[in-house]
């Protein structure tokens, strides 16, 4: 299994500011998974990842709002821009296992925005 | 976007009794996979079935598959109090490997 780490953990930041998230794996990955989970809701796939090209994102999400890097294969930072209350959530990056389809998660990043 | 439903919402159970969780979903799909959340571990994979799989087990997890349904089953059994989590299914996609989750299904173990 990946061991993934992310920083900050948890952020209160203000409106109309921008955070960026980084994700850290432990082994050499393909592609890389960000993830928003609101309050007591589920998972909602943001974008995918790949080393070398531009990510692809997901129905209702747009690279302006949430710039994402893939530098190398261990790294990646997502960016909430110009955030709002709603973006207040939990954001995961995540990597696909080596044998399957099962990704492993990060802890998160707790962010608030007030 | 999520691929289905779950069910239920919510279950509340005591320590000892099994729980059943059900899942369904859309589109044809490669696998279906079951995630547990809780505050203190955060998100973390328990099982994965392939589509041309019906029956899985791991522990005192039990997953049933019907693609004829489009549905799924996670059994847990002999419950205990730190199975208390949200669990959510997920399927694997057929292009290309991202995986889609449910809207997951709260658990309560009352000791």
């Known amino acids: 299994s990946a061991v993934i780490s992310q920083k900050p953990s948890r952020d209160i930041c203000q409106r109309g500011t921008s955070l960026t998230i980084q994700c850290q794996v432990d082994s050499q990955v393909t592609m890389m998974f960000w993830y928003r989970q609101q309050p007591g809701q589920s998972l909602t796939l943001i974008a995918t990842?790949?080393?070398?090209?531009?990510?692809?994102?997901e129905s209702g999400f747009v690279i302006d709002k949430f710039p994402i890097s893939r530098p190398n294969l261990t790294f990646s930072t997502l960016t909430v821009s110009n955030m709002s209350p709603e973006d207040s959530s939990i954001y995961l990056c995540?990597?696909?296992?080596?044998?399957?389809?099962?990704?492993?998660f990060g802890p998160g990043t707790r962010l608030t925005v007030t | 976007s999520q691929q289905g439903e779950e069910d239920p919402q919510a279950l509340s159970i005591q320590e000892g009794e099994n729980a059943t969780m059900n899942c369904s979903y859309k589109t044809s799909i490669n696998n279906l996979q079951w995630y547990r959340q809780n505050s203190g571990r955060g998100l973390v994979h328990l099982i994965l079935i392939r589509s041309n799989e019906r029956e899985k087990h791991s522990g005192r997890l039990r997953v049933t598959l019907d693609t004829s349904k489009k549905s799924s089953s996670l059994l847990i059994t002999a419950s205990r109090a730190a199975d208390t989590a949200s669990y959510f299914c997920a399927t694997g996609g057929t292009s290309y490997d991202k995986v889609i989750f449910g809207p997951g299904t709260s658990l309560s173990v009352i000791p």
């Open positions: 995540s990597v696909q296992g080596p044998l399957s389809y099962e990704q492993y």
């Open positions: 990842a790949n080393q070398g090209s531009e990510a692809t994102y």
